[in-house]
Structures are given as C-alpha cells and as structure tokens.
C-alpha cells in the first residue's frame, strides 16, 4: 500500500461479525463463505475508509495489496503520455481492485466522494483462494467481470456521437446498480461531469451539452448534479440511431 494512502485512510481492525450484517457481502467475495470461513478470513484482513479523492494506490506502485469495496465509490484512472489523464472506470459496492499477476498497479484508485473497503494482502488471499475454493471460484468470476466492463468501456469509447457515449454511459451506471439489488432509476452519480469525459474521452463542456441535450429531448430529468431519472430507457438506447 503507498505511503500516501497510509496517511491519510482510517484503518480498523476487520471483525468477521460485521460481514454478517454487511450490505455489501453478497455481492462480494466474502458472500459465499460461513462463519467459520469468514474466520480465517479475518485473520488477513483490514478495514478502511477513504475520504473523497483519497488514493488507496497510485499507478506503478507495488502490487502488494487487494481490496472489496464494501461502500461508495472508487475512480481507476492512468496518466497519458501527454499528461492528460484517462479515466479507465467506475468501481462500487461489491467490487473487487488490485487481484492480478503485475508487479506494479497500472492505474491509481481513489475513492469519490468517499469510499470504505476490506483490504487484504495479494499472497494471502490468493493462499486463501487456495485453502477455500469458494474463493477462489469467486476470485475467477471477478476478475471475469473485469475483463468485461474493459470490453464495455473499448465499446463505449469506440461509439460514434458524444450523445451515444453519454446515453450508453447512464445505462450502463443503472444496470449496475440493478445488477447490485440497488436502484437502478434514477441513475446516482457520485463521479464529476469531469470524471466522466475522461472516460468518454470527450470534453467537459461537450458532456455537459449532452446532458442538456438529453434533457431538453425529453429523455432524462436532471434532478441535481448527483442524480438523473431516466424517463424512456428504450428511447435513450437508440437515442443516437434517431439522431
């Protein structure tokens, strides 16, 4: 873990009780695991909280250490060539960050407007993923997950209109949700207007056009800057189609 993140993030002891009570543990890795399991899990692992643009690691750190995302959210981003910064994704409840063979992170991690997670050593939980199949099986399905928001954020990058990006981008943020037994309508946005052309690669004005766009077309309701209802779903899929 990098010194910076050290500083500044609280720290507790991990207590197996509270993954009984945990509103996050059926989506995370600990979800398949009984008492007595979560028991050896407690033993490597490690509590934290993260205040808004908190880093739990900066890109090219040492890959040491793992996390569950337990509450909020978290922004994984890489710095260009150029200097100018990528947003690579949006990671929330019940995600899982860091679980691979690199030697160094290839992106930093910080959370948005706060974040709490369980924070393991890489060697133990993959000795674990050894000792309990359950975890491992689990570890297997995350790290396929992964690989399939890339392919999503490749496809998104790869749309034609600023529209298309922006209307795909708040679908996406609702299927999550639903797919983690959240509300999926209104969409939450705990991520910048900024944070988001990062990831679109489009600029920030020209995100925020869209949303206007969006809004003024009767396809979505700005209820603030955190949240956005999305009043005709199938319209706002094919939004660009219609353009």
């Not at 030697?103 to 393991?120: D, I, L, M, Q, S």
Request: glycine share 8%.
């Amino acid at each position: 873990m990098n010194k910076s993140a050290m500083t500044t993030a609280a720290s507790f002891a991990f207590d197996a009780s509270r993954c009984l009570i945990c509103s996050a543990r059926n989506l995370n890795m600990c979800g398949a695991l009984e008492q007595d399991e979560l028991s050896k899990l407690s033993k490597i692992a490690r509590c934290e909280s993260f205040g808004s643009g908190e880093a739990l690691f900066h890109e090219g750190d040492t890959a040491n250490t793992v996390y569950n995302i337990t509450d909020g959210a978290v922004r994984l981003s890489s710095t260009l060539k150029d200097g100018r910064r990528q947003v690579i994704g949006f990671l929330f409840s019940g995600d899982f960050i860091g679980f691979s063979d690199r030697p160094n992170y290839p992106w930093t991690a910080e959370a948005v407007r706060g974040a709490k997670v369980c924070r393991f050593g890489r060697n133990d939980i993959a000795k674990l993923g050894r000792e309990l199949p359950k975890v491992e099986h689990r570890l297997l399905e995350m790290a396929t997950s992964d690989i399939a928001s890339a392919q999503e954020h490749i496809t998104m990058l790869g749309q034609g209109s600023a529209a298309e990006k922006v209307s795909s981008f708040l679908l996406m943020l609702s299927r999550k949700a639903a797919q983690r037994g959240g509300v999926a309508n209104p969409v939450h946005l705990p991520m910048t207007r900024e944070d988001i052309a990062d990831y679109l690669g489009l600029a920030f004005e020209t995100v925020s056009r869209c949303f206007t766009r969006l809004e003024n077309e009767g396809l979505i309701a700005i209820g603030s800057i955190r949240v956005v209802r999305i009043k005709d779903a199938e319209a706002l899929a094919d939004y660009s189609e219609n353009e």
